[in-house]
């Protein structure tokens, strides 16, 4: 299915060259408070880096293609170490792959330092303080605003756009993907109002515990973009502060306010459920009420960044809207 990046005309008359930032910005110095401390950025950021999950989006959005950034480990399906979203955008920007940092065992700080950046951003991170202190001794660090891995995507765009010294593009840069989200949701309204849980990655041979992710983790939130509601059942479940909760099988009916299930696996996992006779009870199992995301690119945007939202839109409400039409 065919992608569109239109949102982002407003900023082709951004200057690009090597990962250099070259448009107006921001009075300096700019001070960016975040969980693990304040950041001074004294001036114009030209050479930028970035670390962990797609914090390179931002500024490829804004038209800025960085010197350095992790390299894709989860739904890389042509293993150049760029998801689909990113190749298409650096295309889009007639730029050369920057140099892919390996995050396998952790930040590579080596490989960091020799990108030579003035900025590094990491406002979607799961950085320790170990790790931001490391990273500050390169260069002024844009850390996440108040948990590790809880950033939404617009937090994401606000502070790396500010760490960039484009705060206005950062907005504008939400508006329009809000635009985009609403355009596209008008074709599906049996979506609007309906309850939807994120299961975790289920094993079809052992079904004897359901492991869903919370309020906390960013793949629920982003379904409040998409026009679903919240059942109670996970509201209460997510009072502990985790990212992801568990139960028993033997107590899945607490989950009867949930419409859809949306979860990572194929139809073989939907058999087993359904052929599960504790999770057969779940009214969104029984009605086949589930979205099966695999690791492919669908799946892995599940998690909402700047460009991947866009993306995958289209595919991912379709799938939904599918899953509605099934619930009672």
């Avoid at 200057?15 to 070259?22: C, K």
């Avoid at 396998?104 to 700080?109: K, V």
């Avoid at 139960?247 to 996992?269: C, K, N």
Wanted: no cysteine; glycine share 8%.
């Amino acid at each position: 299915m065919p992608r569109s990046f239109r949102f982002f005309a407003p900023f082709v008359a951004i200057f690009l060259l090597s990962g250099e930032v070259g448009q107006a910005g921001e009075a300096y110095p700019i001070t960016i408070r975040h969980a693990l401390g304040a950041t001074l950025i004294s001036e114009k950021p030209r050479r930028v880096a970035t670390v962990a999950w797609a914090n390179h989006e931002v500024p490829l959005a804004l038209g800025v293609v960085p010197v350095g950034f992790a390299a894709a480990n989860f739904g890389d399906d042509d293993d150049d170490g760029l998801l689909p979203w990113v190749a298409e955008r650096l295309s889009e920007l007639g730029a050369q792959k920057p140099v892919l940092f390996d995050e396998g065992d952790g930040i590579d700080f080596e490989a960091v330092a020799a990108t030579q950046p003035d900025v590094i951003l990491a406002a979607y991170s799961g950085l320790s303080q170990s790790d931001y202190d490391m990273l500050s001794r390169i260069a002024p660090v844009v850390a996440y605003p108040e948990a590790p891995w809880s950033t939404d995507w617009r937090e994401m765009i606000r502070l790396n756009s500010a760490g960039l010294g484009m705060a206005e593009d950062g907005e504008r840069l939400i508006t329009r993907i809000e635009t985009d989200i609403a355009s596209e949701l008008e074709r599906y309204p049996e979506i609007m109002g309906r309850s939807a849980m994120f299961v975790t990655h289920l094993d079809a041979s052992d079904l004897s515990l359901v492991n869903f992710y919370t309020l906390q983790d960013t793949r629920v939130r982003f379904f409040k973009d998409l026009g679903l509601a919240m059942p109670s059942s996970v509201t209460q479940a997510s009072h502990d502060g985790g990212f992801s909760g568990s139960i028993s099988a033997e107590r899945v009916d607490a989950f009867d306010d949930v419409d859809i299930v949306v979860t990572y696996g194929d139809r073989a996992l939907i058999d087993a459920m359904k052929a599960n006779p504790l999770l057969a009870r779940m009214p969104a199992v029984t009605h086949d009420a589930i979205v099966t995301l695999g690791r492919d690119p669908v799946g892995t945007a599940a998690n909402p960044t700047p460009l991947s939202i866009s993306w995958v839109l289209r595919d991912y409400l379709a799938l939904l809207a599918e899953a509605a039409r099934k619930a009672k």
